[in-house]
Nanobody, 121 residues
Framework: QVQLVESGGGLVQAGGSLRLSCAASGSFFSIHVMGWYRQAPGKQRELVAGSTTGGTTNYADSVKGRFTISRDNAKNTVSLQMNSLKPEDTGVYYC???????????????WGHGTQVTVSS
């Protein structure tokens, strides 16, 4: 079985920083894209940042210049450094990865359970 386990998150004041981390474990051949999504109360889940195995990254416009995604392919981990946090960054943050498990010929989209980020004004 493949799992994504997140850590980090919590409560921070506006302007502060938090770091989220996610580790993939289980039986798989490879991971293509790893990234972070978030879901605010009453809103749809949205992409925050993503990173390919080759190092190509993309960010939501709302977080560009404030958030940085980094990935360690050898350790199958992805992190999200969040600086200059704003109240509108509040939400549940989910790790996401496109993984090729050993028991399947294709790739499967896996999700972590989510971690709460709350930014107070």
């Amino acid at each position: 079985q493949v799992q994504l386990v997140e850590s980090g998150g919590g409560l921070v004041q506006a302007g502060g920083s938090l770091r989220l981390s996610c580790a993939a474990s289980g039986s798989f051949f490879s991971i293509h894209v790893m990234g972070w999504y978030r879901q605010a109360p009453g809103k749809q889940r949205e992409l925050v940042a993503g990173s390919t195995t080759g190092g190509t990254t993309n960010y939501a416009d709302s977080v560009k210049g404030r958030f940085t995604i980094s990935r360690d392919n050898a350790k199958n981990t992805v992190s999200l450094q969040m600086n200059s946090l704003k109240p509108e960054d509040t939400g549940v943050y989910y790790c996401n990865a496109d993984i090729k498990p050993t028991w399947y010929t294709g790739s499967i989209d896996y999700w972590g359970h989510g971690t709460q980020v709350t930014v107070s004004s």
